[in-house]
């Protein structure tokens, strides 16, 4: 068996050029579900690709999972009408100490500033398909920091997050994909069930569920880049001129240009 995450940060139309790879227009992101859905693949949530790779369950043998890193509030504004036409489910990770402030972290990138989801909105995400995770408490490099603050970010925000939603958050991503060691004990000791790093490649039966691979689909991927990263769970693709310069080399070998 083999799952491909995706990992996505803000349905939305970029507002500028220093954000353009972290927005996927919602008219994209509903062409990717409808990719999904032609090629065959099911959709299936986070609690499912840990079961299956656990050998809990058996998982369909095309399985994918969607995810959105940060809370951005267009995770509730535009995916969520979307994922819901489909029928999917999600998992959106949270930045605790953000729920109804700003994406002021971003303001150093060049970002827009945006909202974030507030208590309400996390808790209709929770009511429907989508399952909420957390992204700490504020969105620090976990690798580069001591143990007592990354003990406190993957606590807090844990504890800051289920008493919005009454209920347990059991899955966690790495903000920037940043982890070593330490960082990835002190999830499991903070109570998490599993973790999303940012490495790509597929999950398979046995891979470290605190380790779990995503692949990003950027703004900018194309539809045919979109079903490689589905198939192939990669993170890099080549630009489309390199593809065409290939596949006209390719051609010319077999001299039929
Ligand atoms: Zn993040």
Known sequence: MSVTILMYHMIATPENAAEAR??????????DLEQIRVTGYQVISLATVLDGIAGRVELPDKAVAITFDD????????ALPILQEFGCPASVFVVSSLAGGYNDWCGVFGFSRR????????????????????HTA??????????????????????????ILGREVPH??????????????????????????TMSG???????????????????????????KLKFATNEMPPISDARCLARQTLKKMGLI
């Open 22 to 31: 972290f927005c996927r227009t919602p008219e994209m992101f509903r062409k």
């Open 71 to 78: 809370g951005v509030a267009c995770s509730y504004e535009n």
């Open 115 to 134: 909202r974030m989801l507030t208590n309400c909105e996390i808790r209709a995400l929770a009511e429907s398909s989508v399952d909420i995770g957390s």
């Open 138 to 163: 504020n969105h620090l490099w976990l690798g580069k920091i001591d143990k007592t603050v990354v003990t406190k970010e993957v606590r807090d925000s844990k504890a800051v997050l289920e008493d």
């Open 172 to 197: 966690f991503a790495y903000p920037f994909g940043s982890w070593n060691p330490m960082v990835r004990n002190a999830v499991i000791e903070a109570g998490y069930m599993g973790a999303c790093s």
């Open 202 to 228: 597929k999950n398979l039966g046995g891979t470290d569920p605190y380790l779990l691979r995503r692949s990003e689909i950027k703004g900018s991927d194309a539809p045919w880049q979109f079903r490689l």
